[in-house]
């Protein structure tokens, strides 16, 4: 969607360095492309639309760089009126959760490489009540649910989201996400297949940084 550089980059990278120690998260800056995997949530809470932003932070030749995509973080409208698990759908739930993902093979007939949730649990809430809104409450269940940083199987231009997610990551984008998981495949030649996704909401996102 889009990519800063020079200074543009770098105060992008200060002010979500700022949010991530102020949430007690860690922030990577030591070593080119030890990549920082950030999404903010919309407070929309449209779950129909791909109103989410992941910001990937990074240094290349020890400069910043940053790119930002479109992206939906909560299930999409049919999966949450139709939960494919009996305690309800999957919504992942705020927080960083360290070396978790890695690369490796997402979905059923059409299978492809994408970031996925592998290496340990997460959290979620269960949205149960069969309507079209997310539902940011409620207990809290930690598990391997599949939560993983995909595509959407449309075309680029897709506007609704759909049953694109049922509760993963996904990106609005295909050339978009095939751009990220090039710059993974190279993090995961210098630093193994571990990594590291951070959610946070938009009202934490604002929060903080005007502090």
């Not at 030591?30 to 929309?44: E, Q, T």
């Not at 940011?136 to 199987?153: L, M, R, V």
């Not at 897709?158 to 095939?178: I, L």
Request: contains cysteine; hydrophobic residues 30%.
């Amino acid at each position: 969607m889009a990519k800063l550089c020079g200074m543009a980059a770098r105060l992008q990278a200060d002010k979500f360095r700022q949010i991530m120690e102020n949430e007690e998260y860690a922030f990577f800056t030591s070593g080119d492309f030890n990549l920082n995997i950030i999404s903010v949530r919309s407070k929309s809470g449209n779950a129909d639309s791909f109103d989410d932003m992941m910001v990937l932070i990074y240094k290349d030749n020890d400069e910043w760089v940053s790119h930002v995509y479109e992206i939906t973080t909560e299930p999409g409208p049919s999966i949450l009126k139709n939960p494919i698990n009996e305690k309800g759908t999957a919504i992942l739930c705020p927080g960083q959760y360290r070396g978790v993902y890695k690369i490796d093979t997402h979905g059923g007939k059409n299978r492809y490489t994408a970031l996925c949730q592998r290496n340990g649990t997460v959290r979620v809430w269960r949205d149960d009540n069969r309507d079209t809104n997310p539902d940011y409450i409620g207990p809290e269940d930690e598990g391997f649910y599949g939560i993983n940083i995909h595509k959407h199987s449309g075309p680029d231009d897709r506007e609704y989201a759909g049953g694109a997610s049922a509760g993963c990551q996904v990106f609005r984008s295909s050339k978009d996400f095939y751009e990220f998981m090039d710059i993974c495949d190279i993090a995961a030649d210098i630093y193994g297949n571990s990594f590291t996704y951070t959610l946070i909401d938009e009202e934490t996102y604002e929060w903080e940084y005007s502090e």
